[in-house]
């Protein structure tokens, strides 16, 4: 029986990471890429490099263009959460029905966003901790191993697939309550990552901010209770407590994002929580002036602010 094509859609850094690990594994992966000019760069890069623990390997996979014609079966959407809708709307017609779709998109939002565009399609959630960062144009660092949750909150039978991620070396788990991952790591994200780019800090330099910290996750908690996440709220300010202190040294995405001048997922996060917020009628002052203040930011620096 001939293997499914994984198509992989944002060569960036998860994307890429995947997608190498999957070919290493004699998988047939195929890259999908924005434009025939974005094709040719690829093309003269001679494919995708990989950088593990000093060892570096190239992958010349198969590239397409997303107006390609090709019909895809297996579709990893590594794309940031602002494009994830258009773009995966621009494929629908090359998905054959029951496709399975696998979203691995920061904070929670463009999940169902995409699914709407994608009736004939099965998605399936994903919250990953795996690091990796690009260290130049079609190329990828693993800088830390990592973990990835995947689920289906609409279908809890497990995908065969996943005895594919077991030989390619991605650490994963099933997960019948992904929802519950996912809004926990909204909540994470949501504690860290606007600290850090307001302060202009490492991970690690919220230590000197622990109020403000710790009253942020107490909104939070109270938001993931009326939201119906209980189980995400356990333990909240703890766990914010370790991720900072374990990733000290880090810049947070959204402060790479932000120092890079590039657009953040300010939407799916912050901009999310206040909205749920919004929708059960309860008043989370402190939340509500950091996604402002993060706006103003946003706005001065000339950057995007959903």
């Known amino acids: 029986m001939t293997a499914v094509t994984w198509h992989v859609l944002g060569a960036g850094s998860l994307g890429t990471l995947w997608a190498c690990r999957l070919a290493r594994a004699g998988l047939p992966v195929a890259l999908l890429l924005r434009d025939a000019a974005r094709l040719r760069q690829y093309q003269a890069a001679g494919g995708l490099t990989l950088v593990e623990q000093q060892h570096t390997e190239l992958y010349p996979l198969a590239a397409d263009t997303v107006a390609g014609t090709a019909p895809i079966r297996r579709l990893l959407v590594a794309c940031k959460a602002y494009d994830a809708e258009h773009v995966v709307g621009q494929l629908a017609a090359r998905l054959a029905p029951g496709t399975e779709v696998i979203l691995l998109q920061n904070g929670l939002g463009s999940q169902d966003a995409v699914a709407a565009k994608i009736p004939h399609a099965r998605c399936i959630f994903a919250s990953s901790t795996e690091g990796a960062f690009r260290s130049a144009d079609w190329q990828v660092t693993f800088a830390g191993h990592g973990f990835t949750w995947l ?8 995908p065969d697939w996943l005895a594919e991620l077991s030989a390619s070396g991605i650490p994963h788990q099933w997960s019948v309550d992904i929802l519950t991952r996912l809004w926990r790591k909204l909540a994470l994200n949501c504690a860290i990552n606007p600290l850090t780019v307001l302060h202009d800090c ?4 919220l230590q000197l901010h622990p109020a403000q910290v710790a009253t942020l ?3 939070l908690g109270e938001l993931l209770e009326h939201c119906g996440q209980p189980e995400a709220a356990v333990d909240l300010h703890d766990e914010v407590q370790r991720v900072i202190q374990a990733t000290a040294a880090n810049y947070s995405s959204m402060h790479q994002d932000v120092s890079q001048g590039r657009r953040t997922e ?11 917020a919004q929708r ?3 008043s989370l002052p402190h939340l509500q002036q950091l996604h402002t203040q993060l706006v103003q930011h946003l706005q001065a620096l000339g950057l995007p602010s959903t």
């Open 202 to 205: 490492r991970n690690g330099g």
């Open 217 to 219: 996750c107490a909104e």
């Open 151 to 158: 689920g289906d909150p609409a279908q809890p039978t497990e």
């Open 280 to 282: 059960h009628q309860r």
């Open 266 to 276: 300010i939407s799916y996060l912050l901009g999310y929580a206040c909205a749920a």
